[in-house]
C-alpha cells in the first residue's frame, strides 16, 4: 500500500506544495512549447482532470510520449478487439498528435477517448479519475507520479505497471533521497508486468509483490505499410551501389559528434558516396539540426519540403545530393526502410539510447553509443546474439561504416525478433486472470 507511512505523507503534501507553487511555470512552459508544438497549450482543462464526459469502466492507458504510445499499440488494439474501450493518455505533444494518426477510426467511433494527463496535483488528479471513471489504470514504461499513485489508490482504482522497466540509472537514483519516495512509490501497484527478469528482480528489490516477466511490447508494433511502399518508391532514385545509413532519434549534443562522422564518409569514400538519413528525435530540434547540416557543407533534400503528404519525391533528387533529412514525426518507418545501417541517437551523451526494436524489425544493421542504461533491455540481449553493435566514440563509429557490408546477419536478426515475441498475448493472459471479464467478443 502507497502511502502507508507518515513520512511519505509529509513528502507527499510537500510535494504537493511545490508543484502548485510552479504551476505559474508550468503554464508558462506549456505556452512555450505551444509556440513550435501548438498541440501543448489546446485543452488546457484536460491538464486538470477536465474534459468532456466519457463513459465508465474505461482502461486506462497512461503512455507518456511517443515512444510510449507506438509500444502500447498492439496491446491497446487487442483490447478494443475484445470490446473494451481505452482512456489514453499522453503528457507530449508528440504522443497526442501520434495517437491522434494511429487510432483515428477507434476516436471517432468512440472506442477510445484521448486526454491529456492531469498535472501532478492532488485535486486535479481526484478530478480526472471521478469524472472518467476508470476500471484500472495501467503505465506504461517506469512512469512513477507519486500523487497520481496515491489519489488511485485513494479512490480504489488498480494500477497496472505494463511494459514495465526499472533502468539501472533510476534504480541507483531511487536508492537515495528522495527517490526512496519514488521506490516506495511502486508498492502502490496491483501488478507490474516486466520487460525482463533484470527489470522484475529491481521492482522486487523495492518490496513490489505482485511482478511478472511478460516480454516488450514494441517487438509486435504494427508498422505502416504505407510507409514501406513509400520508401521502396524512394529507393528507386538512388544508385543502388550508394551506402545508405541513417542517424536517427539524435540530440542536439550529439550534432557536433555525428556531423563529422557524415562529413569523413562522404569525402572520403572509394566508390559512389554513402546517402545520409538524418532523423531528429525532437520537433523541436529540427530547424536547429538541419542548419548545422547546412552549414557543414551537406546538401540534402527535406521531407517537409520535398516530398508530398504520401511521402512521395515532388522533384527528382539533384546529382549532388548528399541524403535526407527526416523532419516529421510518425515515419521513423519510412527512414529505417531506406537503411541498411542505423545509428540510434541519444547513446553519445550518456542518456540511455532510443529504440533499437524499429530498425532491428526492418532487418537493418544497428550500432549505438556506449550509453544504453535506457535500453538494457533488449540491448544487452541483443548485443549478446550479435545483432547490437556498441561502440564507444564517433571515431569507432566512423571506423565502423567504412567498413561495413550490407546484410551479412539477416537471419540472426530475424530469429532474435522472433525469440523476443509475445509480449502482448502474454500481457492479457495475466489481465485476463484478475482485471479483464472471463467473456470476450470480437466486436470490431
Known sequence: MFPNRLSD???????????????????????????????????????????????????????????????????????????????????????????????ADDIAAKRLYLRWTPIELPWALRRFICN????????????LWPQMIA??????????MAQAQYPDKSFARDQKGFGRIRARSIQGFD????????????????GAKNVRVTGELRFEQTIPQTQLDAADAFLE??????????????????????????????????????FIIY??????????TKQKLRNAGLNMAVRSRDFAADLSLLTPLPADCDGLFGDSLGEINFY???????????????????????????????????????????????IEDGVLIKLATPD??????????????????????HNHGGATTRILKELSEHYLPSTQFQSH
Open 151 to 160: 489519489q488511485a489508490k485513494r479512490l480504489g482504482v488498480p494500477l497496472i
Open 336 to 382: 529505417y526502410a531506406l537503411a541498411q545501417s542505423v545509428f540510434v541517437g541519444d547513446s553519445f551523451n550518456g542518456e540511455g539510447s532510443h529504440n533499437i526494436i524499429e530498425p532491428l524489425r526492418l532487418l537493418n544493421s544497428v550500432v549505438v553509443g556506449p550509453s544504453i542504461w535506457g535500453i538494457e533491455y533488449p540491448g544487452l540481449e541483443a
Open 132 to 143: 472518467h471513471k476508470p476500471r484500472f489504470g495501467m503505465i506504461m514504461e517506469i512512469e
Open 279 to 288: 532523423v531528429p528525435r525532437h520537433p523541436k530540434n529540427f530547424e536547429e
Open 9 to 103: 505523507r509529509l513528502v507527499l503534501c510537500l510535494w504537493s506544495i511545490l508543484w502548485h507553487v510552479a504551476l505559474p511555470l508550468i503554464i508558462l512552459y506549456l505556452w512555450y512549447r505551444s509556440r513550435s508544438e501548438p498541440l501543448y497549450i489546446t485543452n488546457l482543462r484536460e491538464r486538470f482532470g477536465g474534459g468532456s464526459p466519457i463513459p465508465p469502466d474505461t482502461i486506462w492507458v497512461h503512455a507518456v510520449s511517443l515512444g510510449e504510445t507506438r509500444a502500447a499499440d498492439p496491446l491497446i488494439r487487442s483490447l478494443i478487439d475484445r470490446g473494451e474501450t481505452i482512456l489514453l493518455t499522453t503528457i507530449t505533444a508528440a504522443g497526442r498528435a501520434e495517437a491522434s494518426k494511429l487510432f
Open 396 to 417: 569507432d563509429l566512423l571506423t565502423h561504416w567504412r567498413n561495413f557490408t550490407p546484410n551479412v546477419n539477416n537471419d540472426q536478426i530475424s530469429n532474435f525478433i
Open 237 to 274: 532514385t538512388i544508385d543502388p551501389k550508394r551506402l545508405r545509413i541513417c542517424l536517427a532519434s539524435t540530440a542536439p549534443d550529439e550534432d557536433p559528434m555525428l556531423i563529422p562522422v557524415v562529413q569523413e564518409l562522404l569525402k572520403n569514400t572509394i566508390g559512389p558516396k554513402p
Open 191 to 206: 501488478l507490474i508486468l516486466a520487460k525482463s527478469q533484470r527489470h522484475a528482480e529491481r521492482f522486487c528489490h523495492f
